[in-house]
């Protein structure tokens, strides 16, 4: 059974760290692109960045960029979401999901077969 498993998510105040994680197990994701998606109260789901199967190609949302790093390490089949100088907007539930096939980067949820359940980020203003 493969499964994505979020964590590092919680409570942190206007201009403050946080790094999430992103573990994967029952099968590997080392040629397969990742990303990590957010969703807020009331609002659909956004994407926040991708990273290539190498990790030589990242791509951020606008919204994130300068400020939010993802990263990965095949070896350990984990990808990263290093957030910082997080404002009260970046509240959402964050989740990280894997491409089934396919290297390249997306910002396109529906190319994206595997998702985690999702991991709370609140900034506090």
């Known amino acids: 059974q493969v499964q994505l498993v979020e964590s590092g998510g919680g409570l942190v105040q206007n201009g403050d760290s946080l790094r999430l994680s992103c573990a994967a197990s029952?099968?590997?994701?080392?040629?397969?692109?990742m990303g990590w998606f957010r969703q807020a109260p009331g609002k659909e789901r956004e994407f926040v960045a991708s990273i290539s199967w190498t990790g030589g190609s990242t791509y951020y949302a606008d919204s994130v960029k300068g400020r939010f790093t993802i990263s990965r390490d095949n070896a350990k089949n984990t990808v990263y979401l290093q957030m910082n100088s997080l404002k009260p907007e970046d509240t959402a539930v964050y989740y990280c999901?894997?491409?089934?096939?396919?290297?390249?980067?997306?910002?396109?949820?529906?190319?994206?077969?595997?998702w985690g359940q999702g991991t709370q980020v609140t900034v506090s203003s």
């Open positions: 999901a894997a491409r089934a096939y396919g290297g390249l980067i997306s910002v396109n949820e529906y190319e994206y077969y595997y």
């Open positions: 029952g099968r590997t994701f080392s040629e397969n692109a």
